[in-house]
């Protein structure tokens, strides 16, 4: 076992490698490891490689080279959702919007062009299936922020559970058009151990999972919150 201490203002912190190549980040003092005082697990490229096999996690089409060392990188779908902001003057969170955005699809080798000051939304080409005792976040990837593309999933933190393509917040905040190409790496997704796995799932019904099974972009059902 590899022991390293990191100070900290309040306490004192050690990092310990365990097995199934998680890491743990753990409170020094004479009690043993146990749920309490976990903060975080974090699936490395081997444990990542090994869920996949087995089928416990799910990313399909999965890439070429796609695993990282902690990460699995993820492509942008042919679809995107395009906002006709001239068709109301407000939105209203408590209105059904689905007529707020369009669909628009790219063929291959055709470029979707994000406008300066433009927000779209767009999805993974990978379905993705997290397990009950995992969750998962997704980033955008570092070299198109670099260019001023702003990625965001509308999911995250995705839970526990989930099935589905992951819907994409797009927004171009550089002074240019950029570009976008379906099939193109725009994210790497990340899992973290759980505690226990999850009670209620996503997906399992008790709390709703209005975007369970989702494909491609879908736009927001925040106003079912209100019929609730």
Known sequence: ??????????????????EKHFIFLCRVDEQPTTATNLHFVILSDKTIKE?????????????????????VDLRIHSQFRVFKNHSMGIIDVKENLEDL??????????A?????????????????VVPEDLVARLEGKSSLG???????STAGFVDAG???????????????PITLYAGM???????????????????SGVLGSKYQNQEGPRPSRY???FDA
């Open 1 to 18: 076992m590899i022991h390293c201490h990191i100070r900290t203002v309040h306490r004192e912190l050690r990092f310990m490698e365990v």
């Open 51 to 71: 869920n996949l096999e087995s089928g416990r996690i799910i990313i399909d089409p999965l890439g070429e080279n796609a695993v990282q060392p902690s990460s």
């Open 101 to 110: 955005t369009e669909l628009v699809e790219i063929t291959d080798g055709e």
């Open 112 to 128: 979707f062009i994000l406008h300066p000051g433009e927000f779209v939304l767009g999805s993974t080409l990978e379905r993705v």
């Open 146 to 152: 670099r260019l001023g593309l702003l990625i965001h």
């Open 162 to 176: 989930w099935d589905g393509q992951l819907t994409l917040e797009l927004s171009n905040v550089a002074n240019l």
């Open 185 to 203: 790496k725009i994210g790497q997704i990340s899992f973290q151990q759980m505690t226990t796995a999850a009670e209620n799932p996503y997906g």
């Open 223 to 225: 106003w079912e919150n």
